[in-house]
């Protein structure tokens, strides 16, 4: 650089130079290091107050030549001219370059989707890493994991049940009935029967089935159902690793361990054995040895290849292929649908056997029926109430939780139910009572012979199952009479006829079959319809109503009774509610809609599979079968002025992990208050001085119904007060018959009586047990009932006289010819020319029986019988003799025909 351009020294201690310079430095005149190279403030601008320079007062050297030197300088180590951020895009020194990373991602020096694109060095290392962790795990799995031991694994924790009050009730679920047998005393017809069915490849497969494996581990992980092992190999597994039900992936993933090391490690005869020896076949049976006991009394060694194939049906669930049935755990499962699946499975099961080469076409040609079984062993449940009581709370946990059949009899769990210990007790004293004081199988065998009681006590304000009698002994008898039986509840259906008339109103005879509300008048209970004998049923518009076959239908009163006085016979609703008039109610159903009627039984809790006949007149008169816990449970919807709420039995649900199940209450509006109000003080009037006096409570107000079915088949009484709604029914019916069809018997003569029905032994049982079971609880009335609805039919005058019963004028020697009895011989005489066909079909065969009934009036009582052709249900006169009645003493309500299997003709299953 040229002399000229040098600038002169400045003078020291001041100026821009010495600033420059920065602070002064130490005395030795030892130089400093340039500015900047710490990087930090100090030293690009001194740490003086006053802005010293970098050398102190007596050093006289110059750090730098010039201002190029200077330049230099500062694009080495930094200077004034360089930014504050070494990282910043200033112009002097460029960024470092970027420190390498393990895993480039983002990517570097890459912009836009590129840099969020992995690279296949990224992809390839990730899916190694991936498949090494996989085989890490799988090794350190199977090395924990270990084959397990069914015998070791034989007893299965409790099942603790609560009462109502908190005390325990029983344990059970865990003690498990099973026998280990050798392979060698297991018949190769079943081996192959499983094996033909269930897993054809066993004998050559590795133990698992990956496809099976990813469906449960799937459905595990969305929260579906878990799925069992499709393998024999891994059900085997899964039996025997009872200390472990738990339904998550972790288990489920562990249960894979132990399968594909028992499909290395065991022979396939070891794990076909510990399969059979493990499996549940139903009935409390575990294990083959179990199984053949249960079901046949035998050892499993000399089973048969029809009885092998039968019992791997029981393998698929036993709930729906034991042909005994077990309704009480699914309403699905009756003794008929069982046998026909199990019939089906056990033909398709023998089928394999012989496609697959294991039976010969001749050996299976032998074994086309269902083998000869025999009925539940009592040794395998619990004795008196106590069973019904587990069965059911067993049943609302399978149909209401998550909890499945299966984890039930792993054990485990606490249970706390509905159940009132005193009431159950009390129930059962008042039917044992009734039973011991009049039914005697040894002094009348023709008439007292399979006579059964059922009952049910529900809480109108929870829905809570206080109590229920399901029959002697469930040692003894089998089916819960508190579920549903079959039974036909006849006259105790009228008030949900009552409830629609008076909520949905009846229709305008001018207008269409479809009316809007504003189209339909309410009815008042005091609205007056015909009580006549044989009453010629009309549609709403007037019009005669016919069946299929084009025959009309007269409907008949008990003992051939007309109510009220000639000419039009006319009663109002509460009298022919309390004298149960047939035909009143028949026409009030007609002219509402049957529709609307069906609508407000379901509405009040009646299940729709338990009513049938719907599109027939008899509908309104009782020809459905619910259960008596529904029957209770609809009344309780009345009792709680037409809050509805679900019958329930179990509280709550408690594992070692907490509790699992909480009820939660559910409560609907069925009907306004107005109009239950208003079907209660009606109801009222029946115990008042109706059918239902024997059903008096001192000092208490009490609403219900007597029913008596057609051919006396079944009675009885539902009723409530404010606080309990309590349904009773007797029947007689031999549901212990192997391998046939349960058939409803006839009550005439049964416990010295010409007839039961609603009002005598039902009614009997019911004041017995609501007396103690409402002891020391506070007498409670019902609401007083809001004017309802219109008069409609209403008296033209007030001077016209109060209506009485009276012999109705068409009850002449040839009178309208009802329904034959199951036999050929006429439950009346034969019609002349001129008469209308009537009963329920008219004059078709099989027609069920035309029974008398026996009323409370003063011109003796009123009832519905007669049934319609082919089993279907009705109601005929029954005031005539007949080969199977005797005197009449009784109301006969609804009915049903000869033919119970097939569920009264056209009404079908």
């Known amino acids: 650089m040229s002399e000229h351009r040098r600038k002169p020294p400045q003078p020291q201690g001041g100026g821009r130079a010495a600033a420059r310079r920065g602070p002064s430095g130490s005395s030795s005149g030892r130089r400093a290091a340039p500015r900047g190279a710490t990087g930090s403030p100090a030293d690009s601008y001194g740490s003086g107050s006053h802005g010293a320079g970098t050398y102190g007062a007596g050093d006289e050297q110059r750090p730098y030549g010039g201002r190029a030197e200077a330049r230099r300088a500062a694009q080495r180590g930094g200077g004034r001219r360089r930014g504050a951020d070494p990282s910043g895009p200033g112009r002097g020194r460029t960024a470092p370059p970027a420190k390498k990373r393990i895993i480039d991602y983002p990517r570097a020096g890459k912009d836009g989707w590129r840099r969020w694109t992995p690279s296949w060095k990224l992809m390839t290392g990730l899916f190694v890493g991936f498949v090494g962790s996989l085989v890490a795990v799988a090794g350190v799995g199977y090395a924990m994991v270990s084959v397990p031991n069914v015998a070791d694994t034989a007893t299965a924790q409790n099942n603790v049940y609560y009462w109502s009050d908190g005390s325990e009730m029983v344990r059970t679920g865990g003690e498990i009935n099973r026998q280990i047998i050798d392979y060698s005393d297991i018949p190769a017809e079943m081996r192959y029967a499983v094996i033909s069915q269930e897993n054809k490849t066993f004998e050559t497969d590795s133990g698992i089935d990956p496809k099976g494996i990813a469906r449960a581990v799937f459905n595990m992980a969305r929260g579906g159902q878990t799925q069992g092992g499709s393998t024999i190999t891994q059900q085997y597994v899964k039996n025997a690793m009872l200390d472990d039900q738990s339904q998550t992936v972790s288990r489920k993933f562990k249960e894979i361990f132990v399968a594909i090391k028992v499909g290395t490690d065991v022979p396939k005869d070891e794990i076909m054995a510990g399969y059979l020896n493990s499996a549940y076949y139903g009935r409390g049976a575990y294990g083959l040895q179990a199984a053949s006991r249960a079901y046949f009394n035998k050892d499993a060694t000399h089973l048969n290849p029809g009885e092998c194939a039968f019992l791997a049906a029981m393998l698929k669930g036993a709930t729906y292929y034991d042909p005994a049935g077990a309704t009480s755990i699914d309403p699905s499962a009756t003794a008929e649908a069982n046998k026909k699946r199990a019939e089906t499975q056990m033909q398709d099961t023998l089928d394999k056997m012989v496609e697959y080469g294991h039976l010969s076409a001749a050996e299976r040609d032998k074994y086309t029926t ?540």
Request: glycine share 12%.
């Open 370 to 909: 269902l083998p000869k079984w025999q009925n539940p062993r009592s040794n395998t449940r619990l004795s008196g109430q106590i069973g019904y009581l587990v069965d059911l709370a067993k049943a609302y946990i399978i149909n209401n939780t998550k909890i499945r059949a299966n984890d039930l009899q792993q054990g485990g769990y606490q249970i706390h139910t509905t159940f009132d210990k005193k009431k159950v007790k009390e129930l059962e004293e008042a039917v044992t009572k009734v039973r011991k004081t009049n039914i005697d199988p040894k002094k009348r065998p023709t008439h007292d012979t399979y006579v059964q009681f059922g009952g049910a006590s529900v809480d109108p304000g929870t829905g809570a199952i206080k109590a229920i009698y399901g029959g002697e002994d469930a040692t003894k008898h089998f089916t819960n009479n508190a579920d549903a039986t079959g039974a036909q509840v006849g006259s105790t259906f009228k008030p949900f006829v009552l409830a629609a008339a008076m909520r949905d109103g009846i229709r305008d005879p001018d207008g269409d079959e479809v009316q809007p509300q504003d189209e339909r008048t309410q009815v008042s209970p005091k609205s007056r319809f015909s009580g006549q004998n044989k009453l010629k049923i009309k549609n709403y518009n007037g019009t005669v109503w016919k069946n299929e076959k084009g025959e009309e239908w007269l409907q008949t009163n008990d003992d051939h009774i007309s109510y009220g006085s000639a000419p039009d016979y006319m009663i109002d609703l509460r009298e022919a509610m309390r004298e149960s008039v047939n035909s009143a109610f028949v026409q009030l159903g007609m002219d509402v809609g049957l529709d609307k009627v069906k609508d407000a039984a379901l509405d009040a809790g009646l299940k729709k599979d338990s009513l049938t006949g719907t599109t027939y007149p008899s509908f309104s008169i009782g020809i459905s079968d619910p259960s008596a816990i529904r029957m209770a449970g609809a009344y309780a919807t009345f009792a709680a002025s037409g809050q509805q709420n679900e019958p329930f039995s179990v509280t709550s649900v408690v594992n070692k992990d907490g509790r699992i199940y909480q009820h939660e209450d559910a409560t609907k509006t069925a009907f306004t208050s107005k109009i239950a109000d208003n079907v209660t003080d009606v109801l009222k009037t029946v115990v008042e001085k109706g059918t239902g006096t024997s059903a008096k409570l001192p000092g208490r107000e009490v609403a219900g119904k007597t029913g008596t079915t057609d051919g006396n088949r079944s009675a009885w009484f539902v009723g409530y007060t404010p606080q309990l709604s309590t349904a009773i029914s007797m029947f007689r019916l031999d549901d212990d018959a192997n391998n046939k069809a349960r058939t409803f018997l006839p009550m005439f003569g049964t416990g010295g009586k010409d007839k039961i029905h609603g009002a005598s032994f039902p009614a009997e049982i019911w004041h017995d047990y609501m007396l103690q079971a409402l002891e020391g609880q506070p007498s409670k009335s019902f609401p007083t009932p809001q004017p309802i609805g219109e008069i409609v039919n209403a008296a033209p005058s007030p001077t016209t006289p109060a209506p009485t019963a009276s012999k109705s004028e068409t009850a002449d020697p040839t009178p309208t010819k009802t329904t034959p009895t199951p036999s050929t011989t006429p439950t009346t005489p034969t019609p002349s020319p001129t008469e209308t066909i009537c009963g329920f079909f008219g004059c078709s065969d099989n027609g069920g029986q035309s029974n008398g009934g026996n009323g409370n009036g003063a011109n003796g009582g009123n009832g519905n019988g007669g049934n319609g052709a082919n089993g279907g249900t009705g109601d005929g006169g029954g005031g005539l003799p007949s080969p199977t009645t005797s005197e009449s003493s009784g109301e006969n309500d609804g009915g049903q025909g000869s033919n119970w299997g097939s569920r009264g003709g056209v009404f079908g299953n």
